[in-house]
């Protein structure tokens, strides 16, 4: 079993679970448990922290004027906006990730598109099928 720098010094890693006594493997899942919870809550904290920046207005003066140039309304002009019209900005100027993450981002994906008519077209054949039988 390979074992990197976390498990020096340490005995029986590599063991499975289902090979340890009952109460070791409980001690050792319930450790699991609880590292688990505290890396869903730091996770959870970080999409919050996200969600609250992107909502905060903007404040600089010159920005907002250049927003109002271009039709933003005042609700609109938060730091999410600015994100948006960068990532915009990029694409514009031929960035094909920037691009690719706009399209995917409104959900027109090529890949799902395909799969969708794809599934689509099965469905419409089983359904002649069974009109034809």
């Known amino acids: 079993m390979p074992s990197g720098d976390n498990n020096k ?3 029986h890693v590599g063991i499975p679970i289902n090979s340890r006594p009952v109460e070791e ?3 050792i899942q319930s450790m699991g ?3 688990s919870g505290i890396a869903k809550r730091r996770k959870k904290l970080i999409k ?3 969600a609250t920046i992107l909502e905060l207005p903007v404040k600089d003066k010159r920005v907002r004027e250049g927003l109002k140039r271009i039709g933003i309304t005042s609700e609109d002009m938060t730091q999410q906006t600015l994100m948006v019209l960068g ?3 990029r694409a514009q100027k031929g960035d094909p990730y920037a691009a690719t993450f706009i399209r995917d981002t409104l959900g027109e994906k090529e890949a799902e598109k395909l799969e969708i008519g ?3 077209k099965e469905i419409i054949a089983d359904i002649e099928n069974y009109v034809d039988s």
Request: charged share 40%; net charge positive; no cysteine.
């Open 48 to 50: 919050e922290t996200i």
């Open 25 to 27: 493997a409980r001690k």
């Open 87 to 89: 990532v915009v900005k």
């Open 9 to 11: 010094g340490k005995k």
């Open 118 to 120: 794809k599934m689509s």
């Open 33 to 35: 448990g609880t590292a």
